[in-house]
């Protein structure tokens, strides 16, 4: 096209172990994608990690937090290792960043393609990011005799569920133009399901259920054709192990979300595979699920399709649909030959050849 092209600026923050390793995979699928999409792409390396703690003395710099407020659109995030036992003075920089951002929410599809897989998967979970028992108000008192007990507040407001709500809604229809694009091949039809504990936590999960029933029925015109389901989170840890194949998105409160996701991601085989985003009014941070994995680091071996389907859903996110689809369909067709996989996916080749023949397939 003749349009002139739109430049963004991505800050980078590899982090600690692996993150060294698949962050640069994320920025030179950016700088492969074809002249065609009319993007052009700024990068800015920023600092923050247990790495960065123990050589700086902190683990989020403010020139990290300053660049990403005031010069880039997105970011991406590698991982930070987390040391076993509690070290002073250092808590986890994307904690705080999902915090400070105000990325409200957590998305996570979890996809399988078709290699010869007998349940397709091809769902998001939307996770809500702020409240729920994260709020971590805890305390511990003793009875009379002495006994211990611990309390937790589990909070939940109506303004972070129609936010979370709306965000599962919007999801559902984008997948749905991207159907009718031909550009991703989703099994199960457009719907939104809500997972909670009403039947028993009927204030703090019923807000959370009533909320979003509420935003959808006064949203109808924007969402009609999609279906709004729900399912209490035991019966739908349930429902996701027999039959993936029949979700879309699946909205949660903070800890069902936490773990659906990790569930789901069982579901599709390794944890190298799965992206997910930070998302938030004016910010998003594509990050891989995955830590910084210790155990394989500094071998090149690490998978970078969780970083490279990240940085897709980063350019989702920001509004570049065709472009993010052309980063999906290579790493599909290179999961689908199965020849150039690394050794977590049962094959031989380095985190760099993984990269290499992904990004061919782009430009
Ligand atoms: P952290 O404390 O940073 O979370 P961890 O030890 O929990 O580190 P994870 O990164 O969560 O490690 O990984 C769990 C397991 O999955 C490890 O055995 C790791 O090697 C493997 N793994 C994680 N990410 C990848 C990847 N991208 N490619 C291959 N294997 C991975
Ligand atoms: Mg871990």
Redesign the pocket.
């Known amino acids: 096209s003749s349009a002139a092209a739109k430049t963004l600026t991505i800050g980078l923050i590899p982090g600690d172990?692996?993150g060294k390793e698949?962050i640069p995979a994320g920025r030179q699928v950016l700088e492969a994608l074809p002249s065609s999409y009319g993007l052009k792409f700024n990068f800015i390396d920023l600092k923050a990690g247990f790495d960065h703690f123990q050589a700086a003395g902190t683990a989020l710099p403010e020139e990290t937090l300053s660049a990403l407020r005031s010069e880039c659109q997105g970011a991406l995030f590698g991982?930070?290792?987390?040391p076993t036992t509690k070290v002073e003075g250092y808590s986890s920089p994307i904690v705080a960043l999902r915090k400070k951002l105000n990325l409200y929410a957590n998305v996570r599809p979890v996809k399988s393609v078709d290699n010869g897989i007998d349940r397709p998967v091809d769902l998001v979970i939307v996770r809500e990011n702020t409240e729920d028992l994260y709020v971590k108000e805890e305390k511990t008192f003793e009875n009379p005799d002495g006994t211990k007990v611990a309390e937790a507040i589990k909070r939940i407001t109506e303004v972070a569920s129609k936010k979370i709500g709306k965000m599962a809604f919007e999801i559902a229809l984008r997948r749905q133009a991207l159907r009718d694009l031909g550009l991703k091949s989703i099994h199960s039809s457009p719907s939104v399901t809500i997972t909670h504990k009403s039947n028993v936590l009927s204030l703090t999960d019923g807000l959370f259920r009533e909320t979003i029933r509420n935003f959808y029925d006064n949203h109808l015109d924007k969402f009609e054709s999609i279906e709004l389901k729900e399912q209490i989170v035991d019966s739908m840890v349930y429902k996701l192990f027999r039959e993936p194949e029949n979700f879309d998105v699946i909205v949660g409160p903070n800890l069902y979300g936490d773990i659906l996701s990790d569930g789901a991601a069982a579901l599709v085989g390794?944890?190298?595979l799965i992206p997910s985003c930070n998302v938030g009014e004016n910010f998003v941070i594509g990050e891989?699920c995955?830590?910084?994995?210790?155990?394989?680091e500094g071998q090149n071996i690490?998978?970078p399709i969780?970083t490279i389907r990240s940085t897709a859903m980063m350019l989702e996110f920001l509004g570049y649909d065709k472009a993010a689809a052309k980063i999906y369909e290579a790493v599909d067709a290179n999961l689908i030959e199965n020849k150039i996989i690394?050794p977590?996916l049962g094959g031989t080749s380095k985190t760099t050849e993984v990269i290499e023949d992904i990004l061919k397939r782009i430009n």
């Not at 991982?79 to 987390?82: E, L």
């Open positions: 172990g692996i698949v991982a930070v290792s987390s390794s944890l190298g891989p995955h830590g910084s994995a210790p155990d394989i690490a998978n969780a690394s977590d």
